[in-house]
């Protein structure tokens, strides 16, 4: 079997010792290994938080007539989709300190609630049966955000 | 009078053409996140675009034979494998991301779940390649996507500060809520998004469907120069809408859904109709140019027969080749795949497949045994150089920036 010439190993070598620590500082910077799992948790907060001001704001457009049934279902259902992909995202993180798991709980709570709201947003909008009147919808989902808010403080 | 209306046809659906799903939601995202911070980026994108879609669009009128064609005879099949490589996969990554596109421009005008129109989209796309004309096809894309321009008729409509707007433009800030990382990543992603490399496969490929020659050199200078930054001034117009609506709301973008916003508090119910049939159209358009581009490169790569203008039974691997791209992007979306998601990754792909593609088309605009008396001038070349360094810098940067802020959060 031939050799490989010297100055391929020297290359394999150089490549190693640069891209393997390359490799580390930057895995080491990905959010999820950098902020553990409190900026998981502010991050899941921040999402949430956008996707319920959103959902807010969509039931605001069609209740005043400037949007249709069709967009402000979609974007009522896009926000409960990803508030659900957050909630997923921080449901199973195990926590390591009291703290973080008291923030744990009241976020899955909050956004739990948000999910709800969304939801009997949605049902309303798409003239299935419910209670609600357009405007308690909407305090629903302001009261949502507020708890989003709150949970993160 | 006639030349008049071919120029301001050219013109029109250059604009109409420009924006892709790309273009639509990364504009919007940075909107949300950065205001008119990134605004910048925009008009660098499509300085690069109209340098290389001018070149690769001169190339194949001169010398009668697409890029890719050239590129292989130029660079040999070995190293043109790495440029056809990276090519094709980001084509399809686009391919995939704009029938998802089509899918969701849909699901806002019927509340159906993109799901099921994922495979409508997709048929219709190959239909249309199939039966339609090539220039009755870019013609009507190009001009119903004009439709778009209700984006930048509602930021008028919102009545924004325009002296903050000019402000923040000229001097970028970026903000407290975000990092450098963020905001480096989300200018290379939109730097991708207007410099994708199936536009300029596209536009060369085109000239040859439509049989330019040198004559045809100064209508298509014009369709670039005019056409592409008045479509990159729709760009500007997605993020200044989701500045003014979406930003103060602490709104991130990151639903289509979402990116109309801006338009339904400017423009109410109307509004809403030009943008979805705009969105529409730019997707279906783009999903259209897309297809074809796979097509076009594996054909040209090869040396098969190839060509709209063909009849389907005489270039049978060129439809073959466009059939599988679409049921793979197909496929890709019917795995629940969030297809906004897939747009995100492909502009930034497209950012890292940039030198492969830019690289051989400079090469070839400069070889005299193709281009004879038309090749690159000095002036040009040296604009195109410094592109290659920017495009390079953004190809290098992608990977790390993207693991850095965990693809942008």
């Keep these: 079997m031939a050799r490989r010439p010297p100055w391929r190993r020297i290359r394999s070598a150089a490549v190693i010792v640069i891209a393997v620590p390359a490799a580390g500082f930057l895995l080491h910077g990905c959010p999820s290994i950098r902020d553990g799992m409190a900026g998981q948790l502010a991050q899941a907060q921040k999402e949430s938080e956008s996707a319920v ?11 005043n007539h400037k949007s249709t049934n069709q967009l402000a279902a979609v974007q009522l259902s896009d926000a409960g989709d990803e508030v659900t992909k957050a909630y997923k995202g921080i449901a199973t993180l195990t926590a390591d300190n009291a703290a973080d798991l008291r923030q744990q709980r009241t976020l899955t709570a909050a956004m739990t609630d948000a999910i709800t709201a969304l939801n009997a947003a949605g049902a309303l909008v798409r003239g299935v049966g419910t209670d609600d009147s357009p405007d308690a919808a909407r305090q629903r989902l302001i009261a949502a955000v507020a708890q989003l808010q709150s949970a993160n403080s | 009078m006639k030349g008049l209306f071919a120029v301001a046809l050219g013109i029109l659906t250059a604009i109409g053409g420009f924006v892709d799903i790309g273009d639509l939601v990364t504009n919007a995202v940075v909107g949300s996140r950065f205001g008119w911070g990134l605004a910048w980026v925009v008009p660098v994108g499509v300085l690069g675009i109209c340098l290389f879609a001018q070149m690769s669009g001169r190339v194949a009128a001169v010398s009668g034979r697409a890029t890719f064609e050239i590129i292989r005879d130029r660079l040999g099949p070995k190293a043109s494998m790495a440029n056809l490589g990276a090519s094709f996969f980001v084509n399809l990554m686009t391919i995939t991301a704009e029938i998802g596109g089509i899918a969701l421009a849909l699901q806002l005008a019927t509340d159906v779940g993109p799901m099921l129109w994922m495979p409508v989209a997709a048929f219709a796309v190959w239909v249309v390649i199939w039966r339609v004309r090539f220039k009755i096809m870019e013609n009507v894309t190009g ?6 321009i209700v984006f930048a008729v509602s930021v008028f409509l919102l009545h924004p500060d325009w002296a903050a707007i000019g402000r923040q433009a000229i001097a970028p800030v970026i903000p407290q809520s975000e990092s450098a990382a963020t905001y480096w990543y989300f200018a290379v992603a939109l730097f991708g998004a207007a410099m994708t ?198 190809s290098l940067a992608a990977i790390p920036l993207m693991i850095v802020t965990g693809a942008g959060q």
């Design chain 1, 53 to 63: 001001t959103t959902g807010s704001l969509a039931l605001d457009l069609w209740r």
């Design chain 2, 143 to 148: 001009l119903v996507g004009l439709c778009l």
């Design chain 2, 197 to 394: 490399p199936y536009e300029v496969f596209f536009f060369s490929s085109g000239a040859v469907e439509e049989g330019w020659s040198t004559k045809d050199l100064g209508k298509s200078r014009l369709n670039v120069i005019v056409g592409f930054p008045l479509g990159g001034l729709l760009s500007l117009a997605i993020a200044s809408g989701a500045a003014i609506v979406l930003a103060p709301a602490a709104i991130e973008v990151t639903a289509l859904s979402q990116v109309v916003l801006p338009v339904v508090v400017g423009g109410g119910k109307l509004a809403l109709a030009f943008a979805i049939v705009g969105i529409f159209a730019a997707t279906f358009g783009a999903a259209l140019e897309t297809t074809l581009s796979a097509g076009y490169t594996i054909a040209q790569y090869f040396g098969w027969t190839w060509g709209k203008y063909r009849r389907p039974a005489e270039a049978t691997r060129f439809h073959v080749v466009m059939i599988v791209a679409l049921i793979i992007g197909c496929a890709v979306l019917l795995t629940g795949v969030d297809p906004v998601l897939v747009t995100e990754y492909s502009v930034v792909f497209s950012a890292i497949a940039l030198p492969l593609t830019y690289l051989p088309i400079l090469l070839v605009a400069n070889d005299p045994e193709y281009m004879g008396e038309h090749v690159n001038g000095r002036s040009m070349n040296t604009l195109a150089t410094i592109y290659l360094v920017i495009i390079l810098a953004a």
